[in-house]
């Protein structure tokens, strides 16, 4: 159910600007409109949502340790898995972010013919990177569409991605990496049982979304053909706040743009929003030095407690008996 | 035996292990049935393990007693999660379904087996459940004995009588020992 | 052939579809699987809400007629007070890493054991309460109301997590279903719905000093009663004190092992151990607990718990504080004491008396952990060791998940074990040190009522002890905690007939050469220490 959903949902979102951008003056509101709306949600939202996770306070240092902590002199510590300096935790979170170290972590050991081997199980990791960086890359690269004239590294980024140079215009590495992954990433909600157990129509929209994205783009570049010079004037229209809708923007653009939007303002109040949350994440985040450093509880009140006195008092006369030294006689 | 379906037997094997897998919950039984890792998936690495083993005494000997281990890795497992009695000690029931399977599968089964080797093998089989039955029962009372020693190894519980049943029951905190069918005989 | 019955009309088993999905089925409490509920008079002599009684297979749960209020309440004030439990209720993406991590799930196959549902169940009230487009969208969003039926799966769900962090360790985000669990019970408890298994430690420990209940005198006695024992099979006569003011060191330990087999033989190696070194140490009857049930309660019960070990302190005058081994008491030690109920500026940064070391890891906390202490004492050669006493075991090694993934302490035990016994053997790398698995009973759900899924959780880990002990021979696993010490025998008796749980502070009073002591033929256990040719053996 959550699915097929989904999958409307998207349809829906594709099918409107298909037809709403051949209507004369429309097209201003999924070229300009709907791109300055999605960005403003999500700035305005991506914002909010860290300050209100900023809001409540970290109470406790609650890291996960994941190897040898820093102890006597001559035990060596896992610096990076276990980190108790600020430096270690920086370390730390950048393999997480930029690496997914923890996924990674998916190791497995296999039973073959009476023998132990070690294998990794890291098709996840992989496909969860190459999908990440893929998109990450690809955001980039869309800046040569923004400004004029383009800068050094936008270029040189478009170079390394197109490297291979197959077909014309070439092949971007990060558009097949990205498909791949997003397919990847669907086809193991949809096939193994226990994570389609646990998905939610919030996890295939996302999905859906993102493949559409891929699609139009990859579309747009090979197949249905439109004109770049009048998109690149559309763009950086946008981006210098002088929007207008140059003619020769084929519907496919609206379609691409539209779904664009439609994520970025759907991006702060959904599960995307793990790409702020991981920053913030304190079983992360934190140095696990909490014998050496005081952590402090921002709401920390007094409680009652069973005081000695009150236990003495109890107690004296079985403590006197035993032979237990006592405040007061 | 009958050398038709002990060539098959890796065959009946994977359909044997099939159907017992599908006594779990769905989401679970493709987990059980495809991690291969012994430590990543105990149960799924112990069935596999022991199924084979078990196949080939039943199509030999027939002798449950010599395979009393391999049956037992299956039957301890089963016998402490959520089954009831019946369905933790069907696997050999199961095992009839899958050969029957196995002879459906290809026309010349049905022919080429006799009906008096079928009915010494489901003799056999017949013989390995009772076994099963009993690995169970041992299995339980372990639990129980195991459960009852935990009990009274707690000494400052039972010093104020909080846990003791009677009181329980009076507190109305529990129902009563006795007979449920659903569930079994339990101290709910 | 003539029709035959399927395995559907066969069995009663039927997973078959329609099946609905994990929102809409409704949970059926099981016993064996469940603890007994907490005493009404325990809630209410700790000051705690809502005491009542009520029977988990009822209808009924007898809830106070405001009781979504409360919930609701309790949940948004955490919201508010965590950001740990704010951010994990908004972005974890369901990517399933952690779903096999988990032993309950491993050794039951039930679906809802997979840490990120566990997690859902809660997750779901958030999105309908608490976001927009749950309010709005309803199910489509992933909300769910909360009705008595989620409820009652939310209490059977959180008391079948121990709490031990595995799938946080695997988490891309690190979410942590401890915490999510940690404050899930908190919530319940509002409604007084805890279990007596944690909640009756509680009251004693709060009134009497004691997760056991044990009184000052029965404390005093219990030990001295194993000092007597090592009196008889070692020939060393020892004089524990108690309360004692003015000595250099306060060592508390879980009070399970003052009194339960074969956490005693631990304690007694404590003592054997500062008697070898002369430490100039006391115990305390006031302070006898250093476990913390409080933890499994709520944050506050925990602090309020926890006082009393640093009050002690400072009022017998130590300079600092040795802890014993435990697992869940280390996670309060490490994570929480000094951010409860320090800073502990009346006490001295712990060196050792005997080595000069300092323990620069324990700082601010001015507390130190056993086997910190005596891997220090190895490395400095003030031991004296015979390790061929325990020739005659081989040993494996179960890290405990808060002391590995709440602490980080790997090599010291290691350090330990090896010097102390000549054959170790380790279980395989996907289930030791950090990737630990659970005994299976932590967290407060070690009680006997419970036993099946107690066997269940244990799965993981008495596989991976089987293994060694197919391979190697593995007879012993040595452990720093006294819950494995309660709950491993039971769980090996089970998957692993033959194999014992020993205390790793055991292992070396067992090696130690202790001054004046008489012909060493008994163990700890007073057991005949089986000779080998030569002292050496295998």
Redesign the interface.
Known sequence: MGVMLSLIAVLVIVLVPLAGSQVSGLQYVFGVFFPYAGFAVLLAGFVFKVLNWAKSPVPFRIPTTAGQEFSLPWIKQAKLDNPSTTTGVIGRMAFEILAFRSLFRNTKAELRSGNLIYGPAKWLWLGALAFHWAFFIIAVRHLRLFVQPIPGWVEFLDKIDSIMQIGTPPVYITDVLLIGGVTFLLLRRLLIPRVRYISLPADYFPLFLILAIGTTGILMRFFIRTDIVAVKSLLVGLATFHPFIPKNVGAIFFIHATLVSVLMAYFPFSKLMHLGGIFLSPTRNLANNNRMVRHVNPWSYPVKVHTYDEYEDEFRDLMKGAGIPVERE | MNNWLFERKSSISEGWLR?IF???????????SN?????????G??FLSAAGPILEELFGEGNPETVEGFIDEII??RA?????P??AV?IF??LK?AI?DE??KEKEG?DKIKTEDILFLESKIDKFSLAAFDIYMK?RE??WE??????I?????L??A??CPSY?IK?????DVGFDGE?GC??? | MAKDLTQKEMLRIDYNPPKSGWMDTPVKIKPGIYCHPAKPEKITDVGMPNAHTWNPLDEDWNLPANWQQIFFEGMRERLDKHRSFKIFMDICVRCGACADKCHFFLGSGDPKNMPVVRAELLRSIYRKEFTTAGKILGSLAGGRELTPAVLKELWYYFFQCTECRRCSLFCPYGIDTAEITIIGREILNLLGLNINWIQEPVSNCYHIGNHLGLKPHTFKENIEFLRDDIESYVGVRIEPTFNRKGAEVLFVTPSGDVFAEPGIYTLMGYLMLFEHIGLDYTWSTYASESGNFGFFTSFEMAKRLNAKIYAEAKRLGVKFIIGGECGHMWRVIHQYMDTFNGPADFLEVPVSPMTGTTFENARSSKMIHITEFTADLIKHGKLKIDPSRNNHMKVTFHDSCNTSRAMGILEEPRYVINNVCKHFYEMPDTTIREQTFCCGSGSGLNASENMEIRLRGGLPRANAVKYVHEKHGVDTVACICAIDRAVLPASMEYWVPGVKVAGVSELVANALIMEGEGERTLNLRGEEIPVTEGGDNV
């Open positions: 159907r599908e006594t779990y919950p769905p989401e679970a039984a493709t987990f059980l991690q291969n890792d012994r430590f990543a998936n105990p149960i690495s112990a301890r497992i402490v999660q959520d089954f009831r019946s369905d069907s029931f199961l379904l029957r002879m459906t049905q299995c372990r639990v195991i459960r009852f020693n935990d009990f190894k707690r000494p400052f519980v010093s104020e909080a846990m329980l507190k109305g905190m529990i129902k569930k339990s101290l709910s």
